[in-house]
DNA sequence: CCCCTCATGTCAACCAGTTGACAACCGGCA
DNA sequence: TGCCGGTTGTCAACTGGTTGACATGAGGGG
């Protein structure tokens, strides 16, 4: 039986995610979850936890514990919002802003020259399609309970 | 900044596992992570832990910890192998089998279906850039440090 | 003004991965 | 035969998620 779309794509997002972390990894010193997690927070400056958490697509409360450790390390500031007494204000430093626009960048080319290096590749074509995928999705009724099997 | 292509996937990936997962646990009763490893594990009859981990695309440890719940809730078996004292033999109970073949075969055919819906998308063109881009993940030399940056 | 409801961040307990170490086992070779 | 390196499965410790509960603050009606 030939391999479902689906798991093609998988398979397909796990190598270029291997590929995005030994590349974090050596040249900027931070997990492929890390840069995920401040790419999400790069979005827009200011946010609160539970806005960020939901950007980066956690929990609040695994948001709120990756905030020490990135305070301490001079990626992120989180102060107290003055206008609220709970919410907090999270932003990127200079650095940490500077190493996520960096390293998209470089990610984005290099991936951009892998699919320029081969003929049958095309980034608009594949694009079109996601974009079109992700739309599908969004308007996609939520699954219907089929209550047979097992 | 228009959104990275990369990211793009991740989103579509993301959206789709969710769609996924919901299916997997109303009608079939399990989790979208169980799915995978019992579908990694029916790829062939009697692989040992190492190669089902392989296949699972974790760690040996992570599928020899899965094995006993599994084979408990009748799912795998899991029996030593006659010519060697220390491996195993993994494999899926016919109702695991039935599972995992009804459960794809679902989930690829509403997938398909969700393509066929919109005129803009086509399953063959999405497949051809996925499989360009697995064959040119494989070929690709391993990153080069750049060792620029903070 | 108080109270009720809701939003917000954090905590505890849990779950499912990872790595590194290790005992048991295989197989080849002196 | 006995040893030795490589393989196999498992364990302990750790990491980074999840959920559910919770205290605290905001904000709007009685």
New binding site residues.
Partial sequence: MTEPTTFLLHRVVAELDAYADTVLRQDYGV?F?TFN?LAAASTLPGL???ALARCAG?????A????PTLVRDGMLTASPDPH?????RIDLTPRALALVEHATERLEREFAAMLASRPDLDESVLRDQLEGLAHALETLPDPTPTSGES
Avoid: N
């Fill in positions: 997990t979850a997690f609160d936890v539970t956690m929990s609040k409360a695994a709120s514990k990756r905030l609220h007494g709970r919410r907090l």
